[in-house]
């Protein structure tokens, strides 16, 4: 038997083609991933590289034209619409670049909804959403509305939102680009955290080199395709990676 | 969360809400007032037959309404119908359309409707000076008190010209009105008769059955022994009556017309906010699909949008129709308003909104939740 921990989402040879006829494009070419519970992955390539796109067909809301993508252990082949919002229902969190959050509902009320879908609803689902929103140290922001929340105060409130039902993968597009450098690394650190502490898979996708120092493992993705795959030193935690490839820019 | 999504979403943009609720108003306060309308004239066509004590009605063949007789059935009809089995009284009742001389000039039509208490047929209701022993006195009649006007007169004691003798009002009633504008003017049936220079003629007989009689066998025994006339049941002649006055002469088309074109306007104003509500708000709903949330979740968003905007319109428009409701209680067709009715409104204007949702929900369901990574 292998010590390697199973898989909670594995993708072997997505092929994603967008549009049709002439216009028909091969967005995602055969890329293959695994997301291993308490790893905080970063999916990192240049614009236009497919890496939204696979995102989407991670996060069961595309489909892929071909290859297989299976979840918590379920093939997502020959599932409905239905049956993959179910499927994110019940393992999935997401976090957008632009946040996404409801602008006429409050932080706590942004929270519950999350819970609310899930069919979690009365003092508990109000004591959770607190709980977590606490845990992204925003308990004086409960009755706040995003319109009055900076950048990183509302992707905080996102990140609450994707945690609260306590999903074994969380997918992130893009959580950095809409901050500065100070909120980037506080929902980086939150990210790294969520896994570690947490024991959940976080995929990232990105292109912000300050996520770099955060991430476990880091696969890169170029023309749709998977060309690399980077794992940090056993043993060194976030701070002592940015020290690391603080250094390695130094020497370079 | 569901209703506390959709209040936010619909108090979000008042201006949005605002026309949405004046849309459910507007149409709420039309089909009000039409059917209020509708139902008034209805009260008025009916209310004689509705206070008639009687089971059966002899009218002259075709008949088409309570005013719409001659004096044309004789004592001989009386006594056939008297000899039938099962008949317990015929009571005659006078209704013919007279001209009313006003004292100081001038004439209007009216209906004198003719008939003795004593009989137990048909007597003057909602009498509110005067009883019905003041109308036997000489001369003496019951007229409504919302045609003192018209009738040129102030109340009791003032006197007026009908057709062969002088008339002197002696009773007034209340809320008696009449369909046709012509006011119903009630007095005995002998003074009735003398008025028309007729002894012994009238318009209807009022059939009374003997305890435990069967209606229809008595009604078609009756058909068979009377020639010329027909013998109706109280709610057969009350439904000719209905479709004479609101129907061949297009009344009540009008009022249904307008009650539709009320809901059809509302629908379209309601469905047009709620769809441009949906499209703004789209991403949102994409977000909700991309966070798990079922298709039934989101559908129920926006009927609990719906159901919100009817619950406020309604109360909103079933004020202002109790406003005007008020308002025409003097006038010649006052609207009425019945619990029946007003729940009817309320079931109305959910169905209303519930339609007006579809094409919404049709916008909401072809989301592709992978906009989300693209807002």
């Given at each position: ?50 890496k939204t796109t696979l995102l989407s067909?991670?996060g069961?809301i595309l ?31 997401f976090?957008f670049q632009s946040?996404n ?70 997918l992130a597009d893009e ?30 996708v ?47 | ?285 994409a977000t909700?699909?991309a ?77 592709d939740p992978a906009v989300v990574f693209n807002r």
């Amino acid at each position: 038997m292998s010590d390697q921990p199973q898989p909670v989402l594995e993708a072997i040879d997505i092929v994603k083609e967008l549009g049709s006829g002439a216009g028909k494009v091969r967005a995602v070419k055969g890329a293959s991933i695994k997301l291993i519970p308490g790893e905080l992955t970063l999916l990192m390539g240049p614009s236009g590289s497919g890496k939204t796109t696979l995102l989407s067909i991670l996060g069961c809301i595309l489909s892929p034209t071909s290859g297989t993508l299976r979840v918590a252990g379920t093939s997502t082949d020959r599932l409905n619409s239905e049956e993959l919002a179910d499927l994110r229902r019940k393992h999935m969190g997401f976090i957008f670049q632009s946040y996404n959050l409801f602008p006429t509902l409050t932080a706590l009320e942004n929270v519950r909804i999350a819970l609310d879908v899930r069919g979690q609803k009365g003092f508990a689902a109000a004591n959770r959403s607190e709980e977590v929103l606490r845990d992204v140290g925003l308990a004086y922001r409960l009755k706040s509305y995003p319109g009055n929340l900076s950048g990183g105060e509302q992707q905080r409130v996102a990140v609450a939102r994707a945690i609260a039902s306590s999903p074994s993968i969380v997918l992130a597009d893009e959580p950095t680009a809409a901050l500065d450098g100070e909120n980037g690394h506080a929902v980086m650190a939150l990210l790294a955290r969520i896994a570690k502490e947490q024991h959940r898979s976080v995929l990232a996708v990105t292109h912000d080199p300050r996520t770099l120092s955060y991430a476990d493992r880091v696969v890169r993705i170029e023309d749709g395709r998977i060309v690399g795959e980077e794992r940090r030193p056993e043993g060194l935690d976030a701070p002592e990676i940015a020290d690391l490839t603080k250094r390695r820019k130094a020497h370079a | 969360m569901i209703l506390t999504l959709a209040f936010r979403n619909l108090f979000h943009d008042r201006i949005r809400l605002a026309v949405t609720l004046v849309g459910i108003l507007f149409s709420i306060v039309l089909v009000a007032v039409q059917l209020g309308l509708y139902l008034g004239a209805s009260n008025m066509i009916t209310a004689n037959i509705d206070h008639a004590k009687a089971d059966l009605w002899i009218t002259v063949y075709g008949a088409k309404s309570f005013e719409d007789g001659g004096m044309l059935l004789t004592s001989r009809e009386r006594h056939q119908a008297l000899a039938t089995p099962g008949v317990k009284a015929v009571i005659p009742l006078i209704v013919r359309f007279a001209e009313w001389r006003k004292p100081e000039g001038g004439s209007t039509r009216v209906v004198i409707v003719g008939s003795d208490a004593e009989d137990g047929g048909l007597e003057p209701f909602n009498l509110v000076e005067g009883t019905w022993e003041d109308i036997k006195a000489p001369e003496a009649v019951a007229v409504d008190r919302t045609y003192f006007n018209e009738l040129g007169i102030k109340g009791i004691g003032d006197t007026a010209q009908i057709a062969n003798g002088r008339v002197r009002v002696r009773a007034i009633t209340d809320g008696v009105r009449s369909f046709t504008q012509s006011p119903y003017t009630y007095t005995t049936l002998n003074r009735a008769r003398s008025l028309f220079g007729d002894s012994d003629g009238t318009t209807f007989y009022l059939v009374q059955t003997v305890p435990g009689a069967d209606i229809k066998k008595v009604q078609h025994e009756l058909e068979g022994r009377l020639d010329g006339a027909e013998v109706l049941t109280q709610a057969e002649f009350r439904d000719r009556s209905l479709k004479q006055w609101l129907f061949r002469t297009g009344a009540g088309v009008a009022l249904i017309g307008g009650a539709l074109l009320g809901s059809l306007v509302g629908t379209v104003i309601v469905a047009q906010t709620l769809y441009s509500s949906t499209k703004d708000h789209l991403g949102e709903f994409a977000t909700l699909r991309a966070l798990g949330s079922s298709s039934g979740y989101i559908y129920k968003v926006i009927l609990a949008q719906a159901g919100i905007s009817a619950v406020v319109g309604y109360a909103l428009g079933i004020s202002i129709a109790l406003i005007i409701l008020v308002l025409s209680h003097n006038t010649a067709l006052p609207m009425v308003m019945t619990p029946g009715l007003a729940f009817w409104l309320f079931t109305l204007t959910v169905g209303m909104c519930a339609i007006s949702a579809l094409s919404a929900i049709v916008k909401v369901t072809k989301i592709d939740p992978a906009v989300v990574f693209n807002r």
